[in-house]
């Protein structure tokens, strides 16, 4: 399954397009950081035979902003997982439907995951507890996984309406999206198939 872009519009895309380049930035930075922080260490200790004290701690954070930052990236680029082989046999309209269904749900579980994880951020704050290395707030490590699934259950949401739009014949599998085929054969078949759905009605 290969997804192709479309041109995003209205005041959603343009928020859509805000959030996407501040993704992009922050995972950009949290993997050079962890690269340049895992390589100083390394450094650090076989050379000066001293390792940087706040180094595993630093990775773990900037892990976990990585992991819930990309959430919603790959939501955004249409890379998630997906069992697709009923779908995939539907007639477009089907697909279509489906995909709001599917899309809207999955935007409601992310919301309440979302709101959970914000209540266990606030009893982290309010407890005070700090980091060991670099005695930071240790709520501060929490609060991306809140923001990674709000921002997966908003690119869900955003999908769910893209597909609201039953005049259009392609299915989008995240906002800006398009569901499609890379191998041409898988395509061909495709389409031989909803075209012999269709002389057959």
């Known amino acids: 399954m ?3 872009t479309s041109t995003p519009f209205g005041f959603l895309g343009k928020i859509d397009a805000v959030i996407g380049r501040t993704e992009v930035w922050i995972l950009g930075w949290g993997i050079i950081l962890m690269a340049v922080n895992t390589i100083a260490n390394v450094f650090g ?3 000066f035979d001293q390792s940087i004290y706040f180094s595993e701690e630093l990775n773990e954070f900037l892990i976990v902003i990585v992991t819930f930052m990309g959430l919603g990236y790959a939501t955004r680029k249409g890379i998630h997982i997906r069992m697709s082989a009923i779908y995939d046999a539907l007639p477009i309209k089907l697909r279509k439907g489906l995909m709001v269904v599917i899309a809207a749900t999955t935007a409601l579980v992310m919301a309440v995951l979302a709101w959970y994880a914000l209540e266990y951020v606030q ?3 309010s407890r005070g507890r700090i980091t060991p290395a670099l005695q930071l707030p240790l709520y501060l490590t929490y609060v991306w996984v809140v923001i990674g699934l709000t921002l997966a259950s908003f690119q869900y949401l955003l ?3 893209r597909n609201l739009n039953f005049a259009e014949e392609d299915v989008y599998v995240s906002y800006l999206e398009v569901d499609s085929y890379e191998d ?3 395509a061909a078949a ?3 198939y909803e075209e012999s759905t269709e002389a057959n009605k």
Do not use: G, L, N, S
């Open 159 to 161: 999908t769910a309406i």
């Open 190 to 192: 495709i389409q031989r």
């Open 45 to 47: 200790r076989y050379v």
């Open 2 to 4: 290969q997804t192709t």
């Open 123 to 125: 009893k982290v704050a």
């Open 184 to 186: 041409p054969e898988t």
